[in-house]
């Protein structure tokens, strides 16, 4: 098993950052991949971006490349989401997620283990 905590959410405005941080403990050594996905309010959960945790392949979803940076500390068995130039539309409960595929995928099956989430609002 595998636990998964999220951290860092928070309030800030148009163009401003946050990091969050996803703090892996249990069975580490089954993750291969890990993944950031989102839900707004009233919408489906969506990708946002994944990486692979032994090889560092990384990919993104088209609405956040270039503005979002997804990582992954092996020594401290966490990973990170930095988030800049938030839009208005980023506004969500993110959640990271696990699984033990070596390539990261947009597919929400492919992650085993899920965390309890952190809320980020975009707002003037």
């Known amino acids: 098993q595998v636990q998964l905590v999220e951290s860092g959410g928070g309030l800030v405005q148009p163009g401003g950052s946050l990091r969050l941080s996803c703090a892996a403990s249990g069975s580490i050594f089954s993750i291969n991949a890990m993944g950031w996905y989102r839900q707004a309010p009233g919408k489906g959960r969506e990708f946002v971006a994944a990486?692979?945790?032994?090889?560092?392949?990384?990919i993104y979803a088209d609405s956040v490349k270039g503005r979002f940076t997804i990582s992954w500390d092996n020594a401290k068995n966490t990973g990170y989401l930095q988030m800049s130039n938030l839009k208005l539309e980023d506004t969500a409960v993110y959640y990271c997620?696990?699984?033990?595929?070596?390539?990261?995928?947009?597919?929400?099956?492919?992650?085993?283990?899920w965390g309890q989430g952190t809320q980020v609002t975009v707002s003037s």
């Open positions: 990486i692979s945790r032994n090889v560092g392949r990384t």
């Open positions: 997620a696990a699984g033990s595929r070596w390539i990261p995928t947009t597919f929400e099956y492919d992650y085993n283990y």
